[in-house]
């Protein structure tokens, strides 16, 4: 049974600091890109950041760089997102997601969610 299992979550206030951890299991995610989502309040689900399966490239959505980093453990199935300088605008619920991309076609996981809350 895969599973994904966020944790980290928190209220913090404006200027801190959170990490979220993402442990993948059930089957080898070496070739998964992983990723965060995240929800706000009353608003859709939306990409945060993204790391390929080596670790070697990342990407993030414009509101978060600079602030934000992701990062994969050596084994592959976990992945981290360091939040730093974290503004209310970030309270949402984070998700993370892994996917693989074959050829034409794709599928992925997604956690339960973990809540992060930031208060002015």
């Known amino acids: 049974q895969v599973q994904l299992v966020e944790s980290g979550g928190g209220l913090v206030q404006a200027g801190g600091s959170l990490r979220l951890s993402c442990a993948a299991s059930?089957?080898?995610?070496?070739?998964?890109?992983m990723g965060w989502f995240r929800q706000p309040p009353g608003k859709e689900r939306e990409f945060v950041a993204a790391?390929?399966?080596?670790?070697?490239?990342?990407h993030y959505t414009d509101s978060v760089k600079d602030r934000f980093t992701i990062s994969r453990g050596d084994a592959k199935n976990t992945v981290y997102l360091q939040m730093n300088s974290l503004k209310p605008e970030d309270t949402a619920v984070y998700y993370c997601?892994?996917?693989?991309?074959?050829?034409?076609?794709?599928?992925?996981?997604w956690g339960q969610g973990t809540q992060v809350t930031v208060s002015s």
């Open positions: 997601n892994a996917i693989f991309h074959g050829v034409g076609y794709s599928h992925d996981y």
């Open positions: 059930g089957r080898t995610f070496s070739n998964y890109v």
């Open positions: 790391i390929t399966s080596s670790g070697g490239s990342t």
